[in-house]
Nanobody, 127 residues
Framework: QLQLVESGGGSVQAGGSLRLSCAVFGYTDADYCLGWFRQAPGKEREGVADIDSGSVTTYADSVKGRFTISKDNAKNTVYLKMNSLKPEDTAMYYC?????????????????????WGQGTQVTVSS
């Protein structure tokens, strides 16, 4: 059983930056995937980025070149650095995790690869 706690959301003007953090509790020494997803009001959840235990990453086309996913193994924390933010990035951002390598079998950030989810942190970008 994993518990995920996100932090770092907030309000920022277009063009600004934020860094989201997700602390993972209950982790054991095994292969894993860590991902970030977002959901705006009235829209479906969208996969933003993920990273596996080998540090292989996948990004949604909408964030490539602007967002960077990274992890700190010593702190059991995954980060999402968001630069050049746009109003369309406004959403609730969720961290997700699961054991295994299923995320590497996908060519996109697929929520079906994840079993454990955080409560979310709000990101609001104003124009």
């Amino acid at each position: 059983q994993l518990q995920l706690v996100e932090s770092g959301g907030g309000s920022v003007q277009a063009g600004g930056s934020l860094r989201l953090s997700c602390a993972v509790f209950g982790y054991t020494d095994a292969d894993y995937c860590l991902g970030w997803f977002r959901q705006a009001p009235g829209k479906e959840r969208e996969g933003v980025a993920d990273i596996d235990s080998g540090s292989v990453t996948t990004y949604a086309d909408s964030v490539k070149g602007r967002f960077t996913i990274s992890k700190d193994n010593a702190k059991n924390t995954v980060y999402l650095k968001m630069n050049s933010l746009k109003p369309e990035d406004t959403a609730m951002y969720y961290c997700a995790a699961d054991y295994g390598w299923r995320c590497r079998l996908s060519t996109y950030v697929d929520s079906s690869n994840y079993k454990y989810w955080g409560q979310g942190t709000q990101v609001t970008v104003s124009s």
